[in-house]
């Protein structure tokens, strides 16, 4: 079975610094997707970045990156030039791929508690 | 287009008592699935249903029901509510596009605050 990691529960930065949030996995599989979701205040769980493993290069999407080592089953998130509204916890989450016996489901980490400082 | 709902956002019941949610989706997704998350744990999956007129369990199925009736709708079921189930519960749709698709997104609800007394 598949097994997600946060261990940090909150970290704090101030405005504008670089964070790096931790995760990592347990996996027999070869192949599989990683994906980071942000959860504000609000509830709502928002799609941050996604990495497939079979690649090589590390997502990157505006502010956010990703350090994804896949022999050491880590996979970081890079928060650059960081905003008061990336407030938020931050969940890593694993996926199997497709296939005759995957639906698809979601294994999550426990979360790390964001907390960005004017 | 409203992504995906969840009817209602919050509920209060008493041990014993029983209540359905209702998760909507507009998007023709075939995929839908129910969480729940607690306090320093991560979303756990309850059931889930990969066409109308299915369900499976998911890995905490205990205590639940679910049915799909309708492609669109998602029912989660609490015959006899415990303070255990007390929890934020999220719905989340997906639509494993073409057979043997190896990724799909999944869209999620604004979860509903359940706490049972």
């Known amino acids: 079975a598949q097994t997600v990691t946060q261990s940090q529960p909150e970290m704090s930065v101030q405005e504008a610094e670089t964070v790096t949030l931790s995760c990592t996995y347990d996996t027999s599989e070869s192949n599989y997707y990683l994906f980071w979701y942000k959860q504000p205040p609000s509830r709502q769980m928002i799609l941050v970045i996604r990495?497939?493993?079979?690649k090589q290069q590390n997502a990157t999407e505006n502010r956010f990156s990703v350090n994804f080592q896949k022999a050491a089953k880590s996979f970081s998130l890079k928060i650059s030039d960081s905003q008061l509204g990336d407030t938020a916890m931050y969940f890593c989450?694993?996926?199997?791929?497709?296939?005759?016996?995957?639906?698809?489901?979601?294994?999550w980490g426990a979360g790390t508690k964001l907390i960005i400082k004017p | 287009n409203a992504g995906v709902t969840q009817t209602p956002k919050f509920r209060v019941l008493k041990t014993g008592q029983s209540m359905t949610l209702l998760c909507a989706q507009d998007?023709?997704?075939?995929?839908m699935y129910w969480y729940r998350q607690d306090p320093g744990m991560g979303l756990r999956l309850i059931h889930y249903s990969v066409g109308e007129g299915t369900t499976a369990k998911g890995e905490v199925p205990d205590g639940y029901n679910v049915s799909r009736l309708k492609k669109q709708n998602f029912l989660l079921g609490l015959e006899s509510a415990a303070p255990s189930q007390t929890s934020v519960y999220f719905c989340a749709s997906s639509y494993p596009g073409l057979a043997g698709s190896s990724y799909n997104e999944q869209f999620f609800g604004p979860g509903t605050r359940l706490t049972v007394l």
């Open positions: 990495q497939e493993a079979y």
């Open positions: 989450a694993f996926m199997k791929p497709g296939g005759e016996d995957s639906n698809y489901q979601l294994i």
């Open positions: 998007m023709n997704h075939e995929y």
